[in-house]
């Protein structure tokens, strides 16, 4: 076979193995590409900074610096975090610390210097601000894909790559009164499958927010698991909004157990 003839059958079987996996991609379910953006994001350990900037309608902006620690549980499905608070000198020392459960709510708790203790919040806390922020405590982890119905839609692009778009409705009364989302519509990125755009409901039906993503960070060398490097909630109802960048980002680093404790959370 000359060698003319031998690139050719190359590309063709190129063009062939693009195609049958384009295929298989497309032929994905709602809930196949929710459980898929689930775990992009499970990433077995990492240790970061972060600047939490909370901007108003009128431009002006709060700055926060929070220092992160996250792991994976056993199981490879829940991941614990524990969040605290380095400046401003006035929020110093607040603290959140949420260990997800597969079969049960996520245990979450706040601590406040000012009290010297910390509280535990309950499920219906999941709508409450997360410190200000236009992120809520519901907001800081992906739900289970189980806990809604999710609808495929067709697929669009954000910002030049080309998305799976889901729209997703709380599966129960409880846990949409809960969040305070009547649903979601979520732009999927069909290479990594983190999340480009959602698009958070009101209880009324109203667009209320929008969260936009950029920046991935591959973050171990197995499974393929992304630490999203920018993400902005934008309160379209206020124009209010708040903008999260990680940096100092160490992934696949050793965490003992201990530091997501009652006790750690509150250690200052």
């Not at 980002?249 to 997501?260: R, T």
Request: glycine content about 6%.
């Amino acid at each position: 076979m000359k060698k003319k003839n031998i690139i050719s059958l190359v590309g063709i079987l190129a063009a062939l193995s693009g195609a049958a996996l384009g295929q298989a991609q497309e032929s994905l379910s709602a809930t196949q590409v929710m459980e898929k953006n689930f775990y992009a994001s499970k990433v077995k350990s990492l240790k970061a900074d972060s600047d939490l900037v909370l901007i108003n309608a009128q431009g002006e902006k709060r700055a926060r610096k929070v220092a992160n620690t996250q792991a994976l549980q056993p199981n490879g499905i829940d991941s614990k975090l524990l969040a605290k608070f380095l400046d401003p000198a006035d929020i110093r020392g607040t603290g959140f610390l949420q260990v997800e459960h597969s079969d049960a709510d996520n245990d979450q708790w706040v601590y406040l210097p000012a009290l010297q203790k910390s509280r535990r919040l309950v499920a219906n806390n999941k709508k409450d601000s997360f410190f200000g922020s236009d992120f809520s405590y519901g907001d800081i982890t992906l739900p289970k894909p189980e806990v809604y119905t999710n609808t495929l839609k067709p697929s669009e692009a954000v910002a030049g790559e080309d998305c799976y778009v889901v729209e997703s409705v709380p599966s129960s009364e409880t846990f949409k009164e809960d969040t305070g989302y009547s649903k979601k519509v979520s732009w999927i990125r069909k290479d990594n499958f983190i999340e480009a755009k959602v698009d958070y409901y009101d209880l009324g039906g109203q667009l209320l927010k929008t969260q936009t993503t950029s920046g991935y960070q591959k973050a171990e060398t197995g499974p393929d698991r992304y630490i999203v490097l920018h993400r902005e909630m934008d309160n379209v109802q206020t124009g209010h909004k708040t903008t999260l960048d990680f940096n100092k980002v160490v992934a696949d680093v050793a965490v003992d157990d201990s530091v997501f404790s009652t006790r750690s959370l509150e250690r200052q």
